[in-house]
């Protein structure tokens, strides 16, 4: 199993992105997935996750402008990003808690992508 990001980038203060993280292997099903971030010299702090039927949790300081979205089709996970500010500027990391086809779950993450707010 593996997952893969994509979309990080720089960006200007004010701007939009979109990040993606697609899970593939052996996988039986998905249950939560969702988003952390690591800014320098912090530590990693949970974003945004979602359960497969779409319920969403949001940290305070990303409320009304990330929006987290997946697509259990393509066991895809997305992290809409408006109104970003210097202070989004980290690497973001998707997980997801994946169950193999032995049945067991087990949580995996992506490798991170940068995300950097700056003029």
């Known amino acids: 199993v593996q997952l893969v990001e994509s979309g990080g980038g720089l960006v200007q203060p004010g701007g939009s992105l979109r990040l993606s993280c697609a899970a593939s292997?052996?996988?039986?099903?998905?249950?939560?997935m969702g988003w952390y971030r690591q800014a320098p010299g912090k530590q990693r702090d949970l974003v945004a996750d979602i359960t497969r039927g779409g319920t969403t949790t949001y940290a305070d300081s990303v409320k009304g402008r990330f929006t987290i979205s997946r697509d259990n089709a393509k066991n895809t996970v997305y992290l809409h990003m408006n109104g970003l500010t210097p202070e989004d500027t980290a690497v973001y990391y998707c997980?997801?808690?994946?169950?193999?086809?032995?049945?067991?779950?087990?949580?995996?993450w992506g490798q991170g992508t940068q995300v950097t707010v700056s003029s």
């Open positions: 997980y997801a808690d994946i169950q193999s086809f032995n049945g067991i779950f087990k949580q995996f």
């Open positions: 292997g052996s996988i039986l099903s998905i249950g939560v």
